[in-house]
Nanobody, 112 residues
Framework: QVQVVESGGGSVQLGGSLRLSCAASGFTTSMSWYRQAPGKERELVAQITSGGSTVYAASVKGRFTISRDNGKNTIYLQMNSLKPEDTAVYYC?????????WGQGTQVSVSS
């Protein structure tokens, strides 16, 4: 069982920045950030593998950067140029091969 803990959410104004962190308690093969806005389905924001390969949603490409510290089993999501439509609960998912483990989520709110 892998425990996943997110931190770093908060409230910012349009154009602001936030950095999210996600720590996993054990080995993972890939880690990802998802988000879920009220009334919407959960969607992939960014993913990074243990080898450093990344994938981004089109809506965040160029504004968000995902990075990974393998030694700490931790990933980060640097979010710049935030928009109100980025408002959501952000969830971290860790995978050990194909077994997923989810965190509790952290709220990000962007006001105009």
């Amino acid at each position: 069982q892998v425990q996943v803990v997110e931190s770093g959410g908060g409230s910012v104004q349009l154009g602001g920045s936030l950095r999210l962190s996600c720590a996993a308690s054990g080995f993972t093969t890939s880690m990802s950030w998802y988000r879920q806005a009220p009334g919407k389905e959960r969607e992939l924001v960014a993913q990074i593998t243990s080898g450093g390969s990344t994938v981004y949603a089109a809506s965040v490409k160029g504004r968000f950067t995902i990075s990974r510290d393998n030694g700490k089993n931790t990933i980060y999501l640097q979010m710049n140029s935030l928009k109100p439509e980025d408002t959501a609960v952000y969830y971290c998912k860790a995978e050990t091969y194909f077994t997923p483990y989810w965190g509790q989520g952290t709220q990000v709110s962007v006001s105009s």
